[in-house]
């Protein structure tokens, strides 16, 4: 019996530092979006601006200002110039300090991502992926 409660605790603790190995090269799994891995980003704008450049796929958008009527516009870009042709999500609010619904489209973007506001102190959220 003293043999099987020995085997068994050899056992569980071999399983443990074995568990203990994997963890401590996590880093080490960690691939780009080319390459398939996913290390999530979040980043915030105020008003309007660059948020990213390069490939990236877009996992939530949030919307926040303080007036009604606020639209906010993402574009797959990283041309400073807005073309409708890269707008991708358009959000708005219909009442004063709100947030829009947020969406998770999983979306790829190829350029970036580029961010207008119709408000100066409207706050978008970005979380992706690359």
Request: glycine content about 6%.
């Amino acid at each position: 019996m003293k043999r099987v409660l020995r085997l068994f605790l050899v056992l569980v603790l071999m399983l443990a530092f074995t568990t203990c190995a994997y963890a401590t090269s996590y880093d080490l799994l960690k691939t780009n979006f080319a390459q398939g891995g996913n290390p999530t980003n979040k980043k915030c704008i105020i008003g309007s601006g660059h948020l990213y450049t390069g490939p990236c796929r877009i996992l939530s958008i949030n919307f926040f200002s303080a007036a009604a009527g606020d639209i906010v516009g993402i574009y797959d870009s990283d041309d400073p110039i807005y073309k409708i042709t890269d707008l991708e999500f358009e959000m708005g609010i219909s009442a004063n300090f709100t947030n829009a619904p947020p969406i998770y489209p999983q979306a790829p973007f190829v350029k970036g991502i580029r961010i207008l506001s119709t408000s100066a102190t409207s706050i978008t959220t970005v979380v992706f992926d690359y």
